[in-house]
């Protein structure tokens, strides 16, 4: 895996578990994040008790398990901090395995908090490995008190040196924040058990490794779930059941288990799929890649909307408007911004390459989050895209006389592809298409012929005039 850059994470000391008189304190650390005002180098968050401790305490390693794991080409170790965000009623800590085919959320909601306000912003909270054996020791009648965030800025900073991580940032790792919202949004709830049949079915699954192509189905018999070899409607995908194993730390404190994905026919081949345990005052949620190879951040979910123009200067819209809601409502937005549902969403998806947005599918609702990465990142790393910009930018793309396009990639023989329109979906003679048949997004030929009709398509007042206006209106009227 390549990696072009390295993130410092700066805390001013280690997080950990201290015993005080009212019992165990877990103090989670801080580093650099963003809040509504502004940038802050060790935010703070939320202070008061959680009401199931030894859940949370068990919810938070298994996040921080999916972080240092690897489920593909193993023996590369994989450390990355998790990401917290403050929604206002709700504490959200997310993480993604080295490989980046398993995304990891952890929901602590209001009821399973007990403290003073839940603060908003987003930044890493530092899980290092004395505080993973302390979580362990955590019991079912210790009082768990949450800290997330220094609680004396100038008294901590004499209290010892500054922690401070230096951690290769791989570019699929960030990808995976953009290409997981746009994929879980399409998910639906397929299944749901009680405690008790979670417990049963997640321990008989094979803990083996499983191998590139293998997946299993999941679908609902009754109360129970059972497994099956082939796709049918209403089955959820399960690829490389072992890559579950972070959700066996949670079962004794279960209250059920659902099962989200998108729709499947018998035909359908493995798609992603999203396995939440239901906890006390808590979701965790481990979301799947269609392969255990496969890593979210080359799924390509995200390619169409970031292809066209109107859905970038819509973002810049959408983006004022955001309030680190832990639910956005695509209609509210709509109507602050003048846009149809489908152009927000269509923003959303390009805010969602900044890690702006994420998607919680048992709300079936985005969420706002702020990462301190840059924002122009994922667009210019995608391959893909670039690809397709320089064929536009050469000419190569040319309109024929029966309504289909060819693309020309080259002189030699085979460099020409044909595109053709099905509906909203743009087919292609090249062997991206042949082999995946946009399971893993367009290839750069679509993508061309998706840029040349953005372009021909647009009305004769530009979106970037019309999104000036709205964004005026809309900053004067907070004004």
């Not at 908003?120 to 979580?135: E, Q, S, Y």
């Not at 951690?167 to 290409?179: C, K, M, Q, S, T």
């Not at 059920?256 to 939440?276: D, F, I, M, N």
């Not at 003048?338 to 923003?347: C, I, N």
């Amino acid at each position: 895996m390549t990696t072009t850059a390295v993130q410092t994470y700066t805390y001013l000391r280690p997080s950990a578990v201290r015993n005080g008189p009212g019992g165990p304190a877990l103090a989670l650390e801080t580093s650099g994040g963003a809040t509504p005002t502004g940038v802050s180098a060790h935010p703070r968050f939320f202070a008061g008790f959680v009401t199931a401790p030894e859940a949370a305490a068990a919810a938070l390693l298994s996040v921080a398990d999916v972080a240092s794991a690897r489920y593909y080409q193993r023996p590369a170790a994989a450390s990355l901090d998790p990401v917290v965000t403050g929604n206002g009623d709700r504490l959200r800590f997310e993480s993604f395995s080295g490989c980046c085919g398993v995304y990891a959320r952890l929901d602590i909601l209001d009821e399973g908090l007990d403290g003073d306000d839940i603060g908003h912003g987003t930044t890493n909270v530092d899980v290092n490995t004395p505080l993973r054996d302390a979580l362990v020791r955590v019991g079912p009648s210790d009082p768990l008190h949450l800290q997330v965030g220094p609680d004396d800025l100038t008294v901590t900073t004499f209290d010892g040196p500054v922690v401070e991580k230096k951690v290769p940032l791989p570019d699929r790792w960030l990808r995976g924040f953009a290409e997981t919202q746009v994929i879980a949004s399409a998910f639906d709830l397929r299944a749901e058990v009680t405690a008790a049949e979670a417990v049963r079915f997640l321990r008989t699954l094979p803990r083996v490794r499983s191998g590139s192509g293998s997946a299993a189905w999941v679908v609902q018999a009754g109360r129970g779930l059972r497994l099956t070899s082939r796709a049918v409607p209403g089955a959820v995908c399960l690829p490389g059941p072992d890559r579950l194993s972070a959700l066996l730390r949670v079962l004794r404190h279960a209250t059920g288990l659902r099962l989200y994905g998108p729709p499947v026919t018998a035909a359908s081949a493995p798609v992603a799929g999203a396995w939440e345990v239901v906890l006390p005052g808590m979701r965790l949620t481990l979301t799947l890649s269609p392969d255990p190879a496969r890593g979210f951040s080359g799924e390509g979910a995200v390619l169409d909307a970031l292809a066209t123009e109107e859905a970038a200067e819509d973002a810049d819209l959408v983006s004022v408007l955001l309030a680190w809601e832990p639910r956005v409502d695509i209609a509210e937005l709509a109507r602050q911004s003048g846009l149809t549902p489908e152009r927000v969403r269509a923003a959303l998806t390009v805010l969602g390459t900044a890690g702006r947005i994420g998607y919680d599918t048992a709300e079936a609702a985005y969420f706002h989050r702020e990462l301190p990465y840059d924002a122009g990142r994922v667009e210019r790393d995608n391959p893909r895209l670039r690809a397709a910009r320089d064929l536009v930018a050469a000419g190569a793309v040319r309109r024929e006389a029966d309504g289909t396009f060819t693309v020309t990639t080259g002189t030699e023989e085979g460099a020409a592809h044909r595109v053709r329109s099905d509906g909203d979906v743009l087919s292609c003679t090249c062997r991206w298409w042949a082999r995946y048949r946009g399971g893993r997004g367009p290839c750069s030929h679509a993508l061309a012929v998706r840029i040349v009709l953005d372009t021909a398509e647009s009305p004769v007042e530009s979106s970037a005039e019309s999104s000036a206006d709205s964004s005026a209106t809309v900053l004067g009227g907070a004004r």
